[in-house]
Structure formats: structure tokens, C-alpha cells
Nanobody
Framework: EVQLQASGGGLVQPGGSLRLSCVVS????????IGWFRQAPGKEREGVSY??????FYASSVKGRFTISRDNAKNTVYLQMNSLKPEDTAVYYC????????????????????WGQGTEVTVSS
């Protein structure tokens, strides 16, 4: 059974940092890409970052502040978030990409069949 479990969210002040974790089971990280998405109240879900083997992609709004990585031994994908801003406030989700994903389409949610439950990030003073 494919499962993804996101964690690590919380309340942080502007300029602070958080590290999100996505623990996966039922498949190997070498076989599928993993995307991080976020959804703020009243807004559409948007792609934040994506990793597949050595390839990494970032939304322009987070480039230079967020870093995606993975640890195959722990079946875990991380999203290190630094210099957080109030506009980063959202529920963050990790998801497993389709095996047919074209890299340019990584931010598109319908390209992901399996989703974690989400972890809430609030950036506020």
C-alpha cells in the first residue's frame, strides 16, 4: 500500500526556519518523484518543490530559501524552509508523482496520484 506521511509543520516567526518531512512506504524513492505542494486558505494548491533522483525543482517564490532533499535509507523526503515569510503560511502536502511525469509539469497537482495528509505551517509574529 502506498502511503505518504508529512510532518514538521508549526508556528514560526518571520525569518525563521522549519524542516518538513515526508515518510513514504509501499514504493522506492528511486522509482518515483516526490513533490511538495501547499494550499493557503481560499487559494489553489501550488507546487513548491520536486525531487527525482538528482533532479530538483523549485517554485520561483521559494527558490533560494527552500531546499528539498531525500534520504533513501529512511524513505524520507525533506523540505528545509528558511527565511520564512507570512505568505508561506499554508497547509503543506507531499505527493508521489506519476511514473510518466514530464519534468516541466512537476507543479501540476493532477500529475500526482498519491498524497499525504498535510502539515500546517503558520508564519506569524
Amino acid at each position: 500500500e502506498v502511503q505518504l506521511q508529512a510532518s514538521g509543520g508549526g508556528l514560526v516567526q518571520p525569518g525563521g526556519s522549519l524542516r518538513l518531512s515526508c515518510v513514504v512506504s509501499g514504493f522506492a524513492l528511486d522509482d518515483y518523484g516526490i513533490g511538495w505542494f501547499r494550499q493557503a486558505p481560499g487559494k489553489e494548491r501550488e507546487g513548491v518543490s520536486y525531487i527525482y533522483l538528482s533532479r530538483k525543482f523549485y517554485a520561483s517564490s521559494v527558490k533560494g530559501r527552500f531546499t528539498i532533499s531525500r534520504d533513501n535509507a529512511k524513505n524520507t523526503v525533506y523540505l528545509q524552509m528558511n527565511s520564512l515569510k507570512p505568505e508561506d503560511t499554508a497547509v503543506y502536502y507531499c505527493a508521489r508523482a506519476s511514473s510518466r511525469l514530464i519534468f516541466s509539469e512537476w507543479p501540476v497537482p493532477p500529475n500526482y496520484a498519491f498524497w499525504g495528509q498535510g502539515t500546517e505551517v503558520t508564519v506569524s509574529s
